[in-house]
Nanobody
Framework: QVHLVESGGGLVQPGGSLRLSCAASGFTFSNYAMTWYRQAPGKQRELVATITSGGNTNYADSVMGRFTISRENAKNTVYLQMNSLKPEDTAVYYC?????????WGQGTQVTVSS
């Protein structure tokens, strides 16, 4: 059974940093792409960053140059390093993977950027 658990969210001041983690289980993690999404209040869920099984990455324009996605296959974990945070980055952040023709989501972790 696929299971994704996010952690690392919290309250941070504008310009600050956070690192989110997503621990995965129930599938061969190293073989699959992983994606971070976010959903702000009243808005649609949007893709933030993706990392392929080979380590190639892709980012939303809004986070390019500020966020870095990475993976540690030995720990079945994907990370999202978020720097230079802005109030508009406030959202619930979810990790996601597509496995066996289904999409799986974690429960999300809240990130609030506010002074």
């Amino acid at each position: 059974q696929v299971h994704l658990v996010e952690s690392g969210g919290g309250l941070v001041q504008p310009g600050g940093s956070l690192r989110l983690s997503c621990a995965a289980s129930g599938f061969t993690f190293s073989n699959y792409a992983m994606t971070w999404y976010r959903q702000a209040p009243g808005k649609q869920r949007e893709l933030v960053a993706t990392i392929t099984s080979g380590g190639n990455t892709n980012y939303a324009d809004s986070v390019m140059g500020r966020f870095t996605i990475s993976r540690e296959n030995a720990k079945n974990t994907v990370y999202l390093q978020m720097n230079s945070l802005k109030p508009e980055d406030t959202a619930v952040y979810y990790c996601n993977t597509r496995y066996a023709y289904s999409y799986y989501w974690g429960q999300g972790t809240q990130v609030t950027v506010s002074s």
